[in-house]
């Protein structure tokens, strides 16, 4: 990154340029400076500040000052002492007085003082003050109408300092807005400074553009002199220099050359390109730099000495930046220059005998320690002279001394190719170019040399050898299909010799092998059988073991379509393997159960296992890895009878006694066996947690007795209240037996269950039919008054009963037992205002006294029409809406078949009492479901047997067994589900 100090290098000089007008008066010495300053110092300390000399003798001693502390600087740089002059001091002091004098004079009149004083804030280390300063003028401008000549100087007197701090992004903005003002003094700088800002924050494209803009106009590029305005040709050659940089930073290309050519001024121009040169092969593009080179090269003005030292930085760019020695620079100029131009005579030979001297002498000199020279030398030799076949072969011996068998190789090629050498000659050197391919072991050098030998080579013995080698190169390269067609042909070759047509046969098998090419291999190998009789036997066991994994390739490809596995399982011929061993055998009914399986040939999946476990010395493992996959077989099919036989056969030795029990249990349970007995088992092998649990309440349910198996566990099922509640409910919607289920229902923890409460809320419906029955019966007599007051008191005795009843509903928070409640409250109290409206009026009362009497009725029903009115009212807002009857009816809809007679009796009784509304028809139409069936689960069933992984089938399944089926069967179901999800195969 480059700063200020790195780039204004003409900063001293301009700062006096930007700080204040042109001036250019003679520097005063320092005795003389000295001097001045005391006697200034002096004057002040005497004049009052409101004397009109005040003000400009103290910006006079500020400049004195300030120049005083440059002067002293540039001493103490000079001595290497910091601060040792005196400069610090001085420039404190000019400092003071320029903040003082701000505050005293108009801006717009004095902006030098501005600019001075920012100097030397720069100067003090207190470049933070400085941009404030600049800042704040930047921010005034409008406000306090400062002039724009000075509000732009601040833009780049600001981009200076930001600059100088790193922050580029804000400096190219302020540099941005003075460029602006098309009166700006030394533009070019400031925009010299804006391509740095692009450049420092990688914005390389725009920097090389505003350089490229800015050499576009020579004579923009000025200063102010003391003789004016003057073009400023340093600073040019400087923009050039950091052009070309810049061009560096990116591939520099034929037109970023062509570019810089263009704007460099022709008399500059060769230094330059000289320049740009170096600049490039610095920073490694080889490639631009040798094209700058030799547009250098071709500037007419270089001269000789130019010309060499240009002709060695080439050499240099081409050898790795210069790593060839200057002899051999010059030795290949010569020899290129006269294979361009050519000689004649006598002349050729002598040159060619010099040029020989000359590599001879080099090659004796470096005999000890070859090097790169010496082979580039005889490389130039050959190509100039190559018919020479002695330089030629030397050349060579040096390559392969080197192990440069690139080289050595197409030095020998030179000959091999040549009619001007004799065929023993040539023979000599293919067989030299292959000995030298092979020791470099380059693959593709190998190659080029086998095939070029092929070519010009007599077919002998040795070229059924080279085509051995071409074929193992293909192999080794693991170009598998080349090597096992190179290699079939010289397996069938009879010109070849025994041993390497077997090794060729091996080969191609082992070439296809690699390329999993089972079935070509196959058959391949069934020829090699008849072609090779002594190696039969191993021909035919690789012919089987191909088919074998032939087989289990498209087994286990998850992409092999139907047609790809049923040609797979027909390929799987008996008679192939009627001699096999019995581990052939076992893989062979392994890979034809596999194949089975996924084509869902359910006689051939049974009968490959069962034949599997008939082959004599199967592994006890075996065994049971075949019982297992029979076993899950039937699973899969929910054919639990058949998986609960067969798992009974397993050892299962690799898991537990209470897992192998749990699981026998499951399965017994799930094929509608009794279970009991495995269940019982995996308990006392010392099975725990949630599974014990779930069993536990499985011997209450599938008991002879179950109240009394539940009363044995509850002591274990409290572990878990939730299913100790579950239980209970189903044991009851069993037996109906509450009495005999007392102590269970008393227990802690079912008190915040249901069970207690559902048990309980029977005997409540009971009470309100029995005392609605006993109500409705009652009737009111009025033949005689005291028989009247009589039946009046009985009745109302009997509605209070009623009250009694529906407080009694709300304690057990049953919304059933409830809406009973009510409506026997609100239609017997009704029926009681209606009977007393009813009653006839007693005889020989006059019309006032029956006005009296009809009156006295109407207050004595007012109490009971009033409770009516309010149990219709709470009975239709529960019509209305209740989330405790929609959880009833849900309830209803999602209970466990055994519950579900209890639920239904529920809502009949709901569905008595009269009402309207949303919950109303809720009840009624879950009334008018029509529950699942029998043959429902039968069908479902038999579905999800036909395609077990068909989830849209399982999920069905799993919702008509919660309703009317097992009870394990949703929670089997899900965990298929579970499974399939994960991308499981069963």
Not at 410 to 422: D, H, I, K, M, W
Not at 462 to 485: I, N, P, R
Not at 793 to 799: G, H, I, M
């Amino acid at each position: 990154m480059k700063t200020l100090n790195d780039i204004l290098v003409l900063g001293a000089f301009l700062g006096g340029i930007l700080s204040t007008p042109p001036a250019f008066a003679e520097k005063m010495a320092a005795g003389t400076q000295d001097l001045v300053i005391k006697k200034m110092e002096r004057v002040l300390s005497a004049l009052d500040k409101s004397d009109p000399a005040w003000l400009a003798s103290q910006q006079r001693l500020a400049d004195l000052l300030s120049e005083r502390a440059r002067t002293r600087f540039m001493l103490e740089v000079e001595a290497n002492c910091e601060g040792c002059k005196g400069s610090k001091d001085d420039r404190q002091k000019a400092i003071r007085i320029y903040e003082m004098l701000l505050q005293e004079v108009k801006l717009n009149e004095h902006g030098p003082i501005l600019f001075q004083l920012a100097h030397l804030y720069e100067m003090a280390g207190q470049v933070d003050k400085a941009i404030a300063l600049y800042e704040n003028i930047i921010k005034d401008a409008k406000k306090k109408n400062i002039n724009k000549d000075i509000v732009v100087r601040s833009h780049v007197g600001l981009g200076d300092l930001l600059f100088q701090k790193g922050r580029f992004v804000e400096a190219k903005q302020n540099y941005q807005i003075a460029l602006k003002d098309k009166s700006l003094e030394n533009r070019y700088l400031t925009i010299y400074n804006v391509a740095w800002c692009d450049f420092n924050t990688d914005n390389l494209k725009s920097a090389i553009a505003t350089l490229e803009d800015l050499l576009k106009d020579p004579t923009a590029i000025t200063r102010q002199t003391e003789e004016g305005s003057k073009y400023d040709a340093p600073f040019h050659t400087d923009v050039l220099r950091d052009l070309a940089m810049f061009y560096t930073k990116q591939d520099v290309t034929s037109r970023e050359i062509t570019k810089f050519e263009s704007l460099t001024p022709e008399e500059k121009r060769k230094d330059l390109l000289l320049y740009f040169a170096k600049e490039t092969d610095r920073i490694g593009q080889k490639k631009a730099a040798q094209e700058i080179m030799s547009r250098y090269m071709a500037h007419s003005a270089l001269s000789k000495e130019e010309r060499i030292e240009a002709s060695i930085q080439l050499a240099q760019i081409n050898y790795d930046r210069g790593q060839t020695t200057e002899s051999v620079s010059e030795f290949s100029k010569a020899a290129l220059a006269l294979q361009k131009s050519g000689c004649s005579g006598d002349k050729c030979e002598e040159i060619q005998k010099s040029m020989k001297r000359y590599v001879t002498e080099l090659h004796r000199s470096k005999k000890l320690k070859p090097d790169q020279d010496l082979m580039n030398a005889y490389i130039t030799y050959n190509r100039t002279f190559p018919s020479d076949m002695e330089m030629t072969q030397r050349g060579a011996s040096v390559a392969m001394e080197l192990n440069n068998f690139p080289i050595a190789v197409a030095l020998y090629r030179t000959v091999s190719e040549s009619r001007q050498f004799s065929q023993k000659e040539r023979n000599e050197a293919l067989l030299n170019e292959v000995s030298a391919a092979e020791k470099s072991k380059n693959p593709q050098l190998q190659r080029e040399a086998y095939l070029h030998y092929l070519k010009y080579a007599p077919r002998d013995a040795k070229s059924f050898e080279v085509k051995y080698q071409l074929a193992y190169l293909s192999y080794t390269q693991k170009k598998f299909a080349d090597a096992a067609e190179s290699f079939e042909d010289l397996a069938k070759d009879k010109s070849g010799t025994a041993d390497l047509r077997k090794k060729s046969a091996d080969l191609s098998l082992d070439a296809l092998a690699q390329l999993k090419n089972e079935k070509v291999l196959e058959d391949l190998a069934w020829d090699y059988a008849e072609i090779f009789p002594s190696a039969r036997v191993e021909f035919e066991g690789i012919a089987r073991k191909s088919l074998m994994n032939r087989v289990a390739r498209v087994a286990n490809d998850p992409k092999s379509s139907s047609s790809d596995l049923k040609k797979a399982l027909n390929s799987l011929d008996s008679d192939k393997v009627k001699n096999a061993s019995n581990q052939e055998k076992i893989l062979f009914f392994n890979n034809q159960a596999v194949l089975a399986k996924k084509l869902d040939e359910e006689k051939v999946y049974v009968g490959a296992l069962s034949s599997l476990m008939a082959v004599p010395g199967l592994t006890e493992a075996q065994r049971e890895s075949a019982l297992e996959q029979l076993t899950g077989y039937y699973e899969k099919k929910l054919d639990f009878r058949n998986a609960y036989a067969t798992a009974l056969r397993m050892e299962q030795s690799k898991i537990s006694e209470k897992e192998k029990e749990f699981r026998l249990g499951t399965l017994a349970d799930l094929a509608g066996l009794n279970a009991s007995k495995h269940y019982r088992k995996s308990l006392d092998a010392g099975l725990r947690g949630e599974r014990s649990l779930v069993i536990r309440s499985r011997l209450v349910l599938t008991s002879e007795n179950p109240v009394k198996e539940l009363k044995a566990q509850a002591s274990e099922l409290k572990q878990r209240p939730a299913l100790l509640n579950e239980t209970a409910l189903l044991v009851y919607a069993k037996t109906e037996n509450a009495s005999a289920m007392k102590s269970v229902l008393e227990m802690k923890e079912l008190r915040k269950q249901s069970a207690p409460l559902f048990v309980k809320k029977q005997d409540f419906y009971e009470k309100v039919l029995q005392a609605k029955a006993s109500i409705s019966a009652h009737q009111l007599n009025s033949s005689k008054d005291r028989l009247l007051q009589k039946t009046i008191a009985e009745r109302v005795s009997l509605l209070k009963k009623a009250d009694k009843l529906l407080a009694e509903s709300l304690t057990l928070k049953d919304v059933t037992a409830q809406m009973m409640s009510l409506n026997l409250v609100s239609s017997e109290n009704e029926r009681m205002v209606r009977d007393l409206a009813g009653l006839p009026l007693p005889a020989n009362l006059t019309p006032q006294e029956q006005n009296q009497y009809i009156a006295l009725l109407k207050a004595q029903s007012k109490p009971f029409l009033y409770k009516a009115r309010v149990a219709q009212q709470k009975q239709q807002e529960i019509w209305n809406k209740s989330s405790a009857l929609a959880q009833t009816i849900k309830d209803y809809r999602t209970a466990r078949a055994e519950l579900r007679p209890l639920l239904a009796r529920e809502l009949t009784l709901l569905n008595q009492i009269p009402g309207k509304g949303a919950m109303k028809s809720a009840l009624e139409d879950a009334m008018d479901e029509r529950p699942f069936s029998s043959r429902d689960l039968v069908s479902a069933r038999k579905s999800v047997a036909d395609d077990p992984a068909n989830i849209r089938e399982i999920e069905n399944l799993k919702l008509i067994e919660t309703k009317i089926g097992h009870p394990l069967m949703p929670s089997y179901l899900e965990a298929r589900i579970s499974h399939l999800q994960k991308g499981k195969s069963l």
